[in-house]
C-alpha cells in the first residue's frame, strides 16, 4: 500500500499523559499536513510542512502540542499533558509540491482522552 | 476569515437515483480552489471532485458534477446513479490559491438506500 500511513490509529489515554502519533506520507510529497476532526465537524487544520520545514501552524495547535518532520519523511505529532478536550481523530495528509490544492488523506488516529 | 457552510446534515437517496449536496462559502479571494471529499465509515477522506475558482466550466468526474456559482458563492455537488458504496459523510473544502490549509465544512452524511 502506497497511502498515507498513520500510527496507531487509536489510542486511549489518562489525562495528563503525553502521547505521540506518527504520520508517513506517500513516498516523494514533500508537504505534510495535520488536522483534528472532532465529531460532528469537518477537520481543522492544525499545521503544515514543507520538506522538514514547518511553515504554517495554527492557533489551535497551543504550547501543548509539537509537531516534527527530522528528515522530511515521515512526521510526529506530540500532545503533552492530554487534556478531555484533546479527544478527536487526528489526520494526516500530504501533497506533491505541484498539486493543486488536492491532498492525500490517511486514516486516522483516533485519541480518547479519559 | 474564510468559512464553508453546508446546511444538510443528513440526506438520504434511493439507489440509481440522483442526489444533490449543497454547499456555500464566504471569502473576499477572488482565486482559489473548492473541493468536495468523501469520507466513508472507514473514516479515510478521499477526494471526489476540485473545481478551480477562475474555471467557469463546472468540474464533472464520471457521476459526480457540480455547479459551481461564484458570484452566488455556492459549490453543489450532484451524485448520479447513486450507488450502495457511495454511502459516506461529504466534505465540502475550500482553499485559497496561495495557501496550504482547507476550510471544511460541517459534512453531509449521505446514506444510498438499496
Known amino acids: 500500500d502506497t497511502g498515507v500511513s498513520q500510527d496507531p490509529r487509536h489510542k486511549i489515554t489518562k489525562r495528563g499523559q503525553n502521547v505521540t502519533f506518527r504520520c508517513d506520507p506517500i513516498s516523494e510529497h514533500n508537504r505534510l499536513y495535520w488536522y483534528r476532526q472532532t465529531l460532528g465537524q469537518g477537520p481543522e487544520f492544525l499545521t503544515y510542512f514543507q520538506n522538514e520545514a514547518q511553515l504554517e501552524k495554527s492557533r489551535l495547535l497551543s504550547d501543548r502540542f509539537s509537531a516534527e518532520r527530522p528528515k522530511g519523511s515521515f512526521s510526529t505529532l506530540e500532545i503533552q499533558r492530554t487534556e478531555q478536550g484533546d479527544s478527536a481523530m487526528y489526520l494526516c495528509?500530504?501533497?506533491?509540491?505541484?498539486?493543486?490544492?488536492?491532498?492525500?488523506f490517511g486514516p486516522g488516529t483516533r485519541l480518547t482522552v479519559t | 476569515a474564510q468559512t464553508v457552510t453546508q446546511s444538510q446534515p443528513e440526506m438520504s437517496v434511493q439507489e440509481a437515483e440522483t442526489v444533490t449536496l449543497s454547499c456555500t462559502y464566504d471569502?473576499?479571494?477572488?482565486?482559489?480552489?473548492l473541493f468536495w471529499y468523501k469520507q466513508p465509515p472507514s473514516r479515510q477522506m478521499i477526494l471526489v471532485i476540485r473545481?478551480?475558482?477562475?474555471?467557469?466550466q463546472n468540474a464533472t468526474e464520471n457521476r459526480f458534477s457540480v455547479n459551481f456559482q461564484k458570484a452566488a458563492k455556492s459549490f453543489s455537488l450532484k451524485i448520479s446513479d447513486s450507488q450502495l458504496g457511495d454511502t459516506a459523510m461529504y466534505f465540502c473544502a475550500f482553499m485559497k490559491h496561495v495557501a496550504n490549509q482547507f476550510y471544511f465544512g460541517t459534512g453531509t452524511s449521505l446514506t444510498v438506500i438499496p
Open positions: 471569502t473576499s479571494e477572488n482565486n482559489y480552489y
Open positions: 495528509a500530504s501533497s506533491p509540491s505541484r498539486a493543486k490544492g488536492e491532498q492525500y
Open positions: 473545481q478551480e475558482a477562475y474555471k467557469q
